[in-house]
């Protein structure tokens, strides 16, 4: 019995001792790693995740047996570099920035193969532990890096170092959510391989600098939620390659640009909540390939049937709500059959509605309330179905639905029916006395109706209460006439 235990177990150990001395031999013939990359890597990760992380304990041969989350390497010269350095909770067992004392080691800048590198939730105290960019030896790392990603860390403060400019091999740079701010240096527009470009979320000031022209390889341009100023620069429209731009909410002014129409493969336009003026241009109508356009927001003015709509063909979301237009709505917006989204709401739009907008097969929502529109709402019943709360047009003093519509189960909120507004209209004529009378004992008599148009129709079980609702109005204004 003992016998067989001590031949398993010396069996065991020979076994064991085989693969340790395997994986020993494999880490130093297959995988060296020169001294100081390692020292490198151990002391970045380290100024970041806290001193007493000991990574030459827990990960002795970090691009060979033991590697680190977060952590790639690829061999150049016979040894194994750091390509790939990812620290913040993305993975169970990621690297996770240490809540007291955080800085950037300058053996960061060593790391002299680093392609990619990310901080996700990492720096977490503006005021207690703020971090800042380091500003120098950028060029250590501007034949390597690739790509750059600072997300959600609001201790990241101050501003973009201008020596970012050296880093010539760049093609993303997203510097989301943090809390940096400053204006973008004008150095960033000689990173001419760029294909994303993202500092939303800070509170960046400013101009936007005037030599983005030359970012031909950009897809993706995303200023959004900051502070930025000042006009658009005219070299926008040389980004030709440009698949999204959204620089909405910050305070940018001025016109729309000219330029626009050389931007013929973007899918995206995001100018909303700006104070961009002087009108709809002609320019949006080139762009072919645009499938969302938002420019709510804006104090922009002008008539909306000056622009061609029926050449975005791929428009699929199209939001000009609050921008002081004023015209009547072109019947010309009824040939985007990929439209789903409609908001023209809060403008001063005038006219009838065109019942032609039901023939689009896609929409979904159309927001017409805050306007000047007047006449019947010539849509079916069945559309107002679909739509559902979806489609608003309250506050439109002169609009009013069918009748028919009226009664069905999809009443357009806060729009009145047309029959009483034909009532008033005629008995205006005639005397005023009686007028106020049977106006006032009808109005009583279509409550129901006003209120179902107010969005409580569907909850049938609420027709009881509204009765009793209307009950005790009654009752009160007898109180109060008497
Ligand atoms: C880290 O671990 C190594 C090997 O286990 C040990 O020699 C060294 O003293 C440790 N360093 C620290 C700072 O604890
Ligand atoms: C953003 O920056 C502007 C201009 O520098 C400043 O006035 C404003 O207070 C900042 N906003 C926040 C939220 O820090
Ligand atoms: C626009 O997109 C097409 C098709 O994806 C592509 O072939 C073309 O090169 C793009 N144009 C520019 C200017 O990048
Ligand atoms: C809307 O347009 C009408 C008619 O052009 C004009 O009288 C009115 O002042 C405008 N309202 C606003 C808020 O601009
Ligand atoms: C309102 O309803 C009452 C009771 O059903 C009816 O007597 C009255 O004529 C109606 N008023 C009008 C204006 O139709
Ligand atoms: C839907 C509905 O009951 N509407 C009524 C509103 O009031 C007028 C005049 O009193 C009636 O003819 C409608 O039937």
Not at 317 to 326: D, F, G, Y
Not at 402 to 408: K, Q, T
Not at 424 to 442: F, I, P, Q, T, W
Request: proline share 5%; glycine share 8%; charged share 20%.
């Amino acid at each position: 019995m003992n016998c067989i235990i001590s031949v398993i177990f010396v069996t065991f150990t020979i076994l064991s001792m085989t693969q340790v001395f395997y994986a020993q031999e494999e880490s130093s013939d297959v995988t060296p790693m020169e001294k100081q990359e390692l020292q490198a890597l151990y002391s970045t990760i380290q100024g970041f995740v806290g001193d007493s992380w000991n990574g030459s304990s827990l990960y002795p041969d970090p691009c060979g047996w033991s590697p680190i989350q977060g952590v790639s390497c690829d061999i150049f010269n016979g040894f194994w570099y750091v390509t790939v350095l990812n620290i913040g909770p993305i993975h169970d067992n990621s690297l996770v920035c240490s809540d007291e004392k955080l800085e950037f080691r300058p053996e960061f800048f060593n790391l002299k193969y680093l392609k990619v590198v990310s901080f996700f939730n990492c720096f977490q105290s503006p005021n207690s532990l703020p971090v800042s960019i380091p500003t120098g030896n950028w060029e250590k790392l501007s034949e390597s890096l690739e790509s750059i990603e600072f997300r959600s860390n609001p201790g990241l403060i101050g501003n973009i170092p201008p020596s970012f400019g050296v880093l010539k091999n760049l093609q993303s740079m997203v510097l989301l959510e943090n809390g940096l701010s400053g204006r973008i240096p004008i150095e960033i527009g000689n990173l001419v391989k760029l294909k994303r470009l993202v500092l939303s979320g800070n509170n960046f000031s400013g101009d936007i600098p005037d030599n983005f022209g030359g970012l031909t390889d950009l897809l993706i341009l995303d200023f959004s939620r900051n502070s930025l100023s000042g006009t658009l620069p005219l070299t926008f429209g040389k980004m030709s390659s440009v698949l999204k731009i959204d620089i909405s909410h910050n305070f940018l002014e001025g016109k729309l640009l000219d330029e626009f129409s050389s931007l013929k493969n973007l899918t995206l336009m995001d100018l909303r909540n700006n104070r961009f003026c002087c009108g709809l241009v002609n320019s949006l109508e080139e762009m072919n390939s645009l499938e969302e356009l938002v420019l709510s927001n804006n104090p922009l003015g002008g008539d909306m049937r000056n622009l061609k709509w029926e050449n975005l063909k791929n428009l699929v979301i199209l939001e000009l709500s609050n921008m002081e237009l004023r015209g009547e709505i072109p019947e010309s917006l009824s040939e985007l059959k990929r439209l789903r989204f409609l908001g023209l709401n809060d403008n001063n739009l005038t006219g009838k509605v065109s019942p032609k907008l039901e023939s689009l097969p896609s929409l979904n929502a159309l927001y017409l309330s805050g306007n000047n529109l007047k006449g019947e709402i010539q849509f079916s019943k069945g559309f107002f179905g679909k739509l559902g709360r979806r489609f608003g047009a309250w506050s439109n003093p002169k609009l009013c639905v069918p009748l028919g519509v009226m009664s069905s189960n999809n009443v357009p909120f806060g729009v009145k029916p047309c029959h009483q507004q034909d009532e008033e209209v005629h008995l205006v004529k005639s005397n005023a006395k009686k007028e106020r009378k049977v106006s006032g004992d009808m109005n009583m008599n279509n409550t129901s109706n006003f209120i179902g148009s107010m969005g409580f129709s569907s909850s049938a079980n609420c027709g009881n209460l509204w009765w009793i609702f209307m009950v005790l109005g009654l009752v009160f204004n007898s109180y109060i006439v008497f």
